[in-house]
């Protein structure tokens, strides 16, 4: 497609729920990075993935966060045993370059739409 | 590690008038720095970054940037706002050591009245 996707739009599980998000990135980006915006808020970094390896995952809040990109294309957000403070919107980006050489951050990143997430 | 502050939450301009949106921002080495606007219900859209170079960076929708060293701000400006700049605008800097983590401002919404 021409942009990154995610799905679902809306999400809402009860307290204690396993969710699973997912994103589409631009077909062809090496790079792909989660974030999570609460209310208000700008986004925080969570995750970064280039191709299949997770090379970066200190953002991530808890281990009943995981992220996977096993092919090296679409990527999966899973939360374990939702917390009501784990409500937000989640953001998945992608971007044409990867490494870890200096050069790669030049590279802007692409967003999806986000999912709203809403734990009761 | 490197952070951002939007020293404004709101942004209120009438049509036509120019516009500024700050930013300063703070990390060890050199930063690489990014303006990305938000519409209700769509995702974070690139609108410019500075990399190296010319401090003044144009970008889209006829917005530009100035980076200053000595101040460590990247303000937003635009000569002659429009009504459909209304949005939420995220200044965004990484550090060129640590390419995973971009932090973001809180956001500056904005406004353009009529």
């Known amino acids: 497609g021409a942009g990154v996707s995610q799905s679902p739009r809306y999400k809402v599980a009860k307290r204690g729920q396993d969710v699973a998000l997912r994103c589409d990135p631009i077909s062809g980006h090496v790079s792909l990075f989660w974030y999570q915006q609460a209310l208000g808020q700008g986004p925080e970094f969570l995750t970064y993935f280039q191709n299949e390896a997770q090379l970066d995952k200190s953002g ?12 090296g294309s679409v990527s999966t957000l899973k939360i374990q045993r939702t917390q009501q403070e784990d409500s937000a919107v989640y953001l ?29 | 590690a490197q952070s951002v502050a939007q020293p404004e ?35 974070l859209q690139f609108l410019l970054k500075y990399i190296t170079g010319d401090n003044l960076v144009k970008g889209s929708y006829g917005f530009e940037a100035e980076f200053n060293k000595s101040q460590t701000s990247f303000h937003l400006k635009k000569p002659s706002a429009l009504v459909s700049d209304s949005a939420l605008y995220f200044c965004a800097v990484r550090d060129m050591r640590n390419n995973n983590d971009m932090r973001f401002g809180a956001g500056t919404r904005l406004t353009v009245k009529p």
Not at chain 1, 60 to 71: C, G
Not at chain 1, 93 to 107: E, F, I, N
């Open chain 1, 60 to 71: 991530l809040p808890s281990d009943r966060f995981f992220a996977e990109r096993p092919e």
């Open chain 1, 92 to 120: 998945c980006a992608s971007s044409l370059v990867g490494g870890q050489g200096t050069t790669s951050g030049r590279y802007e990143q692409y967003f999806g739409p986000g999912t709203r997430l809403t734990v009761t």
């Open chain 2, 9 to 43: 939450d709101q942004v209120n301009v009438a049509e036509g008038n120019p516009l500024t949106v700050k930013c300063t921002y703070s990390v060890s080495g050199n930063p690489y720095l990014f303006w990305y606007v938000q519409y209700p219900n769509r995702g």
